[in-house]
């Protein structure tokens, strides 16, 4: 955050930082005070979904008009640039490669989307909607299924043919398709997946439930932990040993606690306990990940919500940074920070929320800068910047 300072920004880069009244103004320079406001650096979401459904139901997330699913998707990037968040990263959906390449090509001002494309799974695995025949799911599923360590690095070649940023692999099951949570691919596996990732530049987020899963994921050298229900200390101990990051997108969890089956409850109530105590203490990497799918009832723009809850755990300091210099180290961006050579992700806030991590409510982002372009001004968003 910058207090009384100034920033100078030259095409999408931060130039300088520096004291009020330390930086040259040139004739032609756009000069606008943010007197009252704090500013910091934009906002990331490291965990969500552009599935355009309008509920939990994995057969909504799988059967929704893809022309339907892309108009909504759409609606949902411009609610989260109005509300601060400059960087999402979605990890398995039908939409979110085509709004990667979009921001790419200049075509979306904003946000940034790293996209894992299709996730990976194993076949019969929780997020395979079982209910179809196998063809049939096959096509319409937002993961590509392989069962064994050449298939998975088959699978991982199709994400990255796909224009993937990022490889996601379920290494357990979820509460998406019901049923008892257990492990899902073996080590061998989760091991070619990231092997074949790594070799191509990509990182892995790993979505594990489980101690099991957890160690797989471990083993395996995956570079970030999506959730990580069932922490325990040794566990916590061998994530921070591999400084991989821990996203416990506790939003999701927070807006549906006490909906599903007296498992997923138990699970829930242990992750909001013993895990992030776990994690407080062992002093993880925690990084700020929502797991919102953008419905209805759970919409995209109110993904600040995950700094609040973290807040409970670790500060409003340390929950902001997990939204912002955690994320971008996460997922290898150099955002993240108000300083020289960054990119120009700049939002300005009515409150501090260091103070009060609540001022992060949309209504309270006055300002949004991605890019060194102009997104939000005065409260108003801009959607093909300024």
């Not at 998406?176 to 899902?184: L, N, P, Q, T, V």
Request: glycine fraction near 10%; proline fraction near 3%.
């Amino acid at each position: 955050m910058v207090e009384n300072g100034e920033i100078k920004i030259t095409g999408s880069m931060i130039e300088k930082v520096g004291e009020k009244g330390s930086i040259e103004i040139k004739k032609d320079d756009k000069v606008f005070d943010f007197s009252g406001l704090t500013i910091m650096p934009g906002l990331i979401d490291a965990h969500l979904h552009f599935f355009g459904g309008t509920s939990h139901d994995l057969m909504d997330w799988v059967t929704v008009n893809p022309q339907t699913a892309m108009l909504r998707s759409t609606l949902d990037a411009f609610r989260l640039l109005s509300s601060g968040f400059t960087t999402v990263r979605s990890l398995g959906d039908k939409t979110s490669i085509a709004l990667s390449r979009a921001f790419k090509n200049g075509e979306l001002l904003g946000p940034r989307v790293f996209s894992a494309s299709y996730s990976i799974a194993q076949t019969g695995g929780d997020d395979d909607p079982r209910i179809l025949p196998i063809d049939i799911a096959n096509r319409l599923s937002y993961s590509y299924y392989c069962d064994s360590p050449w298939e998975c690095r088959k699978a991982v070649r199709l994400c990255i043919r796909d224009g993937a940023d990022v490889i996601k692999v379920y290494a357990s099951g979820s509460f998406a398709g019901g049923g008892k949570i257990k492990r899902e691919l073996t080590v061998e596996e989760l091991s070619a997946i990231v092997d074949e990732s790594h070799e191509a530049g990509l990182k892995v987020a790993a979505h594990a439930y489980g101690e099991e899963a957890i160690s797989n994921v471990i083993k395996a050298g995956v570079d970030s932990i999506e959730h990580g229900l069932g922490l325990t200390e040794k566990l916590a101990e061998e994530i921070k040993e591999k400084n991989m990051c821990y996203v416990p997108t506790l939003t999701a969890y927070a807006l549906s606690k006490n909906k599903g089956s007296e498992e997923r409850k138990k699970l829930i109530e242990r992750h909001f306990n013993e895990d992030m105590e776990i994690a407080k203490e062992k002093k993880l990497n925690i990084v700020a990940g929502t797991d919102l799918v953008g419905i209805s009832e759970e919409p995209h723009g109110l993904n600040y919500l995950e700094i609040v809850h973290l807040s409970k755990y670790i500060g409003n300091l340390d929950a902001l940074k997990a939204a912002t210099v955690n994320a971008a180290t996460c997922l290898g961006i150099n955002a993240g920070i108000l300083k020289e050579n960054y990119i120009a992700d700049i939002i300005a806030i009515k409150g501090n929320p260091l103070n009060d991590v609540n001022e992060l409510e949309p209504n309270h982002v006055d300002f949004v800068m991605i890019n060194g372009k102009i997104a939000k001004l005065n409260g108003i968003l801009m959607p093909f910047g300024v």
